[in-house]
């Protein structure tokens, strides 16, 4: 196999015969006027799919709309998050095409508030901090979504949430406003309902506000009981924000559900609200790596996995840098996201931002699981057990020794520091100059993030967070995370900070 047969072509025989090569289908796990769902397994990682059954015939009916698939289509293949279902690759045959889905096995945010009532308040602000930064990157990507509703929501097996159907979605550009109607109106912004012009971003916004409502309250804040009444109450906004809301969750609502557009709050001052900020995973504060870029960072453990499969090293290698998709790099990708969504769930994002940060490259020597061992072609491997191992540095020490230590180090290491948390410190170190830290943990504050003008002006100076976090598992995991100053120092103080810990 040389990984190279191309997908998406026009011819039906070779198209559809590669499905069924490629994918056994399963259940239907849902449909609509022009798509059916299913479940499918990739035959080569043995890893699950949704499959996505367009009929041509179907769409060509309604107006638009063969338009419409072939924009998300091509919305989709942009996007890479951990929010976000991905889109693996597109099959066509003459009669239908197939879109093969990131598989979201816990089903629709909907079905789960339903089921729930209402979610507490943790469990909507992180569901909340998903969508968000979910919302955040398509948005930096120029892609508004516009139907932002909890049945678009689906959950994975983790009930982390995975941002799907791009069918309304729309790229942005400069300077254009977009007018079509769409989305469902419980969730659609005042401004589209009512034919106005919009730039994009906010119309997510608002459809976010609607979903943190219906997470809190089990309800949603505008009801379609009667139809005049319900497109008066959106157009004035006027709804009922319960009192038994925690306080920094109405604020949100309130200032989110705001009819005029240029008053609404934005996605930048939502990420500045405290109630946003509490409890927000390290992985969620740094954006995370653009889908070119991270085609550039290969995973050498599942590069040969693919190779052990049969593919060629070399053409696999270049499809992966141009972003191709074909039944190599499907696997790939298949296999790189059961990876990072392995142990804790939002590892995969753990990793992407440790990557910037560059301290994952700590991890390339862990242990090759089970199922990465196989060789041969064509034989199914034994699905992969939950990976055993996490990102950052795992101690078993209670959370206190392990800040002292981190302390000891930095401060050996002539590192300044301000604790930000019991847990969390804002970190500066400019190699050569800097070092009057005379800190311990009883100090609240420090001053020595305040300092000279000679350090502000160094251009060596080395910003970074440290944090503290408990693991699933009840482990505590030390994450350094750069914020600003050259790559290779920073590398080299990790270095040093673990030499210091007597890791290295
Ligand atoms: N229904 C629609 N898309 C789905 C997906 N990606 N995973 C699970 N169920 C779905």
Known sequence: MDGSSGHGGRDGGRTGDMLLRNYKLGKRLGFGASATVKLAEHVLTGLKVAIKIINKHEIRKIKDMEEKVRREMKIAKLLVHPHIVRLYEVIETSTDIFLVLEYAESGELFDYIVYKNRLNENEARSLFQQIISGVEYCHRNMVVHRDLKPENLLLDSKYHVKIADFGFSNILRDGRFLKTSCGSPSYAAPEILFGKLYAGPEVDVWSCGVILYALLCGKLPFDEGNISDFYRKIKHGIYNLPMSLPPGARDLIRRILVVDPTRRMTIPQIRQHPWFKAHLPCYLTVPPLEANQLAKKIDEQILQVVI????????????????????????????????????????????????????????????IPRYMNYQGIGQIPQLPQERKWSLGLQFQANPREIMTDVLKALQELRVGWKRIGHYNMKCRWIPGIYGHNSHHLEDDDSNIMESDDAAMKASNVVKFEVQLYKTREEKNLLDLQRVQGPQFLFLDLCAAILAQLRVL
């Open 308 to 367: 052990n499969m049969g593919f060629d090293r070399n053409q696999l290698i270049q499809s992966l840098f141009n972003r191709v998709h074909n039944e190599a790099t499907v696997a790939y990708y298949l296999l790189l996201d059961y990876q990072y969504r392995g142990s804790s769930g939002y590892l995969k994002a753990e990793f992407q931002a440790s990557m910037e940060s560059g301290i994952n490259q700590m991890h390339q020597s862990e242990p």
